[in-house]
C-alpha cells in the first residue's frame, strides 16, 4: 500500500515558537493532503485541506494564521503551528491522496509538546 | 451534517471470542465508509471500506463489516479476536463530493487472555 511519512515524529517547544511538521507521501503523488488534530483519547478533527499549488482550505473554528499550510510539491505538506502555545499541545496527523485514489492514506503522526 | 457515533467507548472480549464494534452514521445521501485501527503511539491504518456493491465488506486481519442502509449502520466484526487486536477502532463516514472524512470518537478494544 501506499506510504506516508511524517516528521518529527515527536517535538517539544518552547511556547511562543513556531515549529513546522511536515508530511510526505513516499511512493505516490498526493495530489490533496489533510491535516488533522487528534487530542488525548479523543477523535481526530480535521484542520484543513490542501491542494497541491492552490492555499489550503480550513475547517470552521481553525486559526489559518495559527496554523500555516503549505503544499507546494505532489510529495509534500507542511504544517507550521505558529507562536505555539500549551494548548496547541496535540497528535497531529496528516493523510494524502492520490488523484485517481478513492482511499486516504495516513501518515504516523506527530507528537507535539509546548511547554 | 455528516456524523457517526460509535456508542461504545470501551469494548473487552477474551482472546479467541467473537467482536462486533457499532458504528451509525448520518449522511444525507450514500456515503463512503471506513474502518480504520490505531494501535498505541501510531498512525491510522485502514482496516476495510464500503464505496458500493456488496454490502458485507471484507478487510485485513480477518475483519469484516456490513453496511446496513435501513439501520445506518456500519457495523465492524471477527469471529475470533487476537491478542494483538487490542487496539483504537474508529469508523468514519466520507463525502462523495469531496474527500473529507468524519471521524468517530472511537471504540478502545481490550483483549483479556
Known amino acids: 500500500g501506499a506510504v506516508v511519512s511524517q516528521h518529527p515524529s515527536r517535538v517539544i517547544c518552547k511556547s511562543g515558537t513556531s515549529v513546522k511538521i511536515e508530511c510526505r507521501s513516499l511512493?505516490?503523488?498526493?495530489?490533496?493532503m489533510f491535516w488533522y488534530r487528534q487530542f488525548p483519547k479523543k477523535s481526530l478533527m480535521l484542520m484543513a485541506t490542501s491542494n497541491e499549488g492552490s492555499k489550503a482550505t480550513y475547517e470552521q473554528g481553525v486559526e489559518k494564521d495559527k496554523f500555516l499550510i503549505n503544499h507546494a510539491s505532489l510529495t509534500l505538506s507542511t504544517l507550521t503551528v505558529t507562536s505555539a502555545h500549551p494548548e496547541d499541545s496535540s497528535f497531529y496527523i496528516c493523510?494524502?491522496?492520490?488523484?485517481?485514489?478513492?482511499?486516504?492514506?495516513f501518515g504516523p503522526g506527530t507528537r507535539l509538546l509546548v511547554l | 451534517a455528516q456524523s457517526v457515533t460509535q456508542p461504545d467507548i470501551h469494548i473487552t472480549v477474551s482472546e479467541g471470542a467473537s467482536l462486533e464494534l457499532r458504528c451509525n452514521y448520518s449522511y444525507g445521501a450514500t456515503p463512503y465508509l471506513f474502518w480504520y485501527v490505531q494501535s498505541p503511539g501510531q498512525g491510522l491504518q485502514l482496516l476495510l471500506k464500503y464505496f458500493s456493491g456488496d454490502t458485507l465488506v471484507q478487510g485485513i486481519k480477518g475483519f469484516e463489516a456490513e453496511f446496513k442502509r435501513s439501520q445506518s449502520s456500519f457495523n465492524l466484526r471477527k469471529p475470533s479476536v487476537h491478542w494483538s487486536d487490542a487496539a483504537e477502532y474508529f469508523c468514519?463516514?466520507?463525502?462523495?463530493?469531496?474527500?473529507?472524512?468524519?471521524f468517530g470518537k472511537g471504540t478502545r478494544l481490550h483483549i483479556l487472555p
Open positions: 511512493d505516490f503523488q498526493a495530489t490533496t
Open positions: 468514519a463516514v466520507g463525502a462523495r463530493r469531496d474527500d473529507k472524512i468524519i
Open positions: 493523510s494524502a491522496k492520490g488523484l485517481a485514489a478513492e482511499t486516504q492514506y
